[in-house]
């Protein structure tokens, strides 16, 4: 596994987290697990104070999460790592601790994500289509991570790995606006 997809704080614990998974086969339910617990994030504002806030101590978050992980019917191997996370004072990188193990857990496949902004919903046609071009310059399947930003005009901003191609109409407006700026 290439190390170097994942660096800091929330790429060790997510090796260590994957590492284990790989070791269990349960790399996809971990995943699952993983991304319910990312949902009830993304839809709480109190779960987002209780795992941002340094106020709350360990044993506090340690509480709730197991609360929150029962109702939840996270246990096993995500249980127990985001119990340790917690205990370790480290639960404000657990967004992106998730979003490591996504990254890992696709490589691992031979799968990558792409980070794709439009002015307005892709079509299933559009992304089908948007995928297979870019399975053809990556040669791997890829997955895309869908947003919608009206600002943008129209086209669309595509991120894969480091690279970035953006079409959108804003930045060809912005280039429009540099260029006449210098023959003015």
């Known amino acids: 596994m290439d190390d170097s997809i994942v660096s800091g704080v929330a790429g060790r614990y997510a090796n260590a987290l994957f590492d284990l998974a790989k070791e269990s086969n349960s790399v ?3 995943g699952k697990d993983l991304d319910s617990f990312a949902t009830m994030l993304d839809g709480s504002d109190d779960l987002t104070r209780l795992v941002r806030s ?9 509480k709730a999460l197991d609360a929150i992980l029962k109702k939840a019917g996270i246990s096993g191997t995500t249980g127990n790592f985001l ?19 996504r990254a890992l857990a696709a490589a691992d496949k031979g799968e990558m994500t ?6 307005q919903a892709l079509t299933d046609a559009q992304k089908k289509s948007l995928q297979t071009a870019l399975k053809s310059v990556t ?16 086209g669309l901003v595509v991120k894969v790995g480091s690279r970035m191609i953006d ?11 540099t260029r006449m700026k210098e023959v003015g």
């Open 139 to 154: 040669g791997k399947t890829v997955s895309l991570n869908e947003t919608v930003d009206p600002s943008i005009i129209g």
């Open 28 to 30: 996809d339910s971990v």
């Open 83 to 101: 119990r340790l996370v917690a205990r370790n004072r480290r639960l404000f990188a657990v967004s992106g601790m998730i979003r490591a193990y």
């Open 114 to 119: 792409a980070s794709v902004t439009t002015a």
């Open 54 to 62: 340094p106020v709350f101590s360990a044993e506090d978050q340690i």
């Open 167 to 177: 079409t959108s109409i804003r930045s060809k407006l912005n280039s429009l606006k």
